[in-house]
């Protein structure tokens, strides 16, 4: 079709299995051939080579340990909500993930309570 575009993606990479990629690093993917919704709002991507989980902005990626033997794990036994982005946890998750570590600063900002992070307002004093 003419003028159509394909849709493509454009996102930081984080855990590559192939281990192509750094995290963190930003790529534009090839032309989407499917997508299928996830119920936690996240979805998976499909181009001809390759399969994406994709958070999309703002989507914290909160850590889930599969076969965990760790004998007190607080991930797994506590439900404790990690962040493996901007490694927030809990009382240290701002409203919107920042797609990146947090500073010390801010880590310890947000879990003060004296700062948050929205993709709208950026950081902002709550
Ligand atoms: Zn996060
Ligand atoms: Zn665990």
């Known amino acids: 079709m003419a003028g159509f575009k394909k849709p493509v993606l454009v996102g930081n990479i984080f855990n590559d299995r192939k281990d192509r990629f750094e995290d963190g690093k930003t ?16 979805f998976v991507a499909r181009t001809l080579n390759s399969t ?7 989507t914290h990626r ?11 794990c607080p991930i797994c036994e506590g439900g404790l909500a990690f962040c493996e982005t901007c490694r927030g946890a809990e009382a240290s998750l701002p409203t919107e993930c920042p797609g990146r570590k947090m500073t010390e600063e801010e880590e310890e900002g947000v879990m003060a309570g004296i700062i948050d992070f929205t993709w709208e307002k950026g950081w902002m004093r709550r």
């Open 52 to 58: 994406y989980l994709v958070y999309p902005m703002g």
């Open 62 to 72: 909160l850590a889930t340990h599969e076969n965990c033997d760790r004998p007190h």
């Open 27 to 42: 790529v534009h993917t090839t032309a989407i051939k499917s997508r299928e919704d996830r119920e936690d709002g996240t």
